[in-house]
């Protein structure tokens, strides 16, 4: 369960989220950005709810083959993209063209949804640590009910950062803007550190859990 805590957390602190919610909260509605939380959740959940199911109808040895190839997959994909984000610019251009899109007036809840999902299915890290999310679930080895369970736990974390900037600014707006400008600055500033932390630390997890699952 450790495991899957982590990847939900290297999901709920990565910046560009983050940033589109604070940039939604200084120029749209309170529902406007609660609707692109809503479709990061959605995402993010389907994502981990489906390497689950994929793996549903696979019983005993063949059930820990596939998760362990499983598992050593996503810490070399975890690897390369963390070597991605190290050569890539400070100011990513299709980033910045999102949170400028978002700071735009007429953003409706259906538009804000839609790019909820769309940062996960198409941000290759987040798209990776809810991969990671279902194997880690699945490495649980538990019944189907508890796996649902899981995932919903599993969903509720990586949207809890998110979900506590609409919370703290629909209930003190004038308050939670000064919070939510400092949060931006801290944000981009300590980005790479904790996407280093993230991404290498989970790579060497699944090294070590798809590791052990062949030799076994």
């Known amino acids: 369960m450790a495991t899957a805590g982590a990847a939900a957390l290297g999901i709920a602190v990565s910046p560009i989220p983050v940033l589109a919610v604070a940039a939604l909260l200084g120029s749209h509605t309170v529902r406007t950005a609660f609707a692109f939380v809503a479709g990061e959740a959605v995402a993010v959940g389907a994502v981990a709810a489906l390497v689950v199911a994929a793996s549903a109808g696979s019983l005993g040895d063949s059930l820990h083959s596939t998760l362990s190839?499983?598992?050593?997959?996503?810490?070399?994909?975890?690897?390369?993209?963390?070597?991605?984000?190290?050569?890539?610019?400070?100011?990513?251009?299709?980033?910045?063209?999102?949170?400028?899109?978002?700071?735009?007036?007429?953003?409706r809840p259906s538009a804000a949804f839609a790019t909820g999902a769309a940062l996960v299915a198409l941000n290759p890290k987040n798209f990776a640590l809810a991969l990671a999310g279902g194997a880690a679930i699945l490495d649980l080895d538990t019944g189907w009910s508890v796996n649902v369970l899981t995932v919903l736990a599993f969903t509720a974390l990586a949207i809890s950062v998110l979900t506590a900037e609409v919370v703290a600014y629909a209930l003190w707006p004038r308050r939670a803007a000064s919070l939510l400008a400092r949060g931006r600055e801290a944000a981009m500033r300590h980005e790479r550190v904790v996407v280093t932390v993230v991404l290498l630390g989970l790579a060497l997890l699944f090294f070590m859990l798809g590791l052990r699952g062949l030799l076994r």
């Open 69 to 107: 190839f499983m598992q050593l997959a996503i810490a070399a994909l975890l690897v390369l993209l963390w070597i991605a984000h190290r050569r890539r610019s400070r100011d990513d251009a299709a980033a910045g063209r999102v949170l400028a899109r978002l700071d735009e007036t007429g953003v």
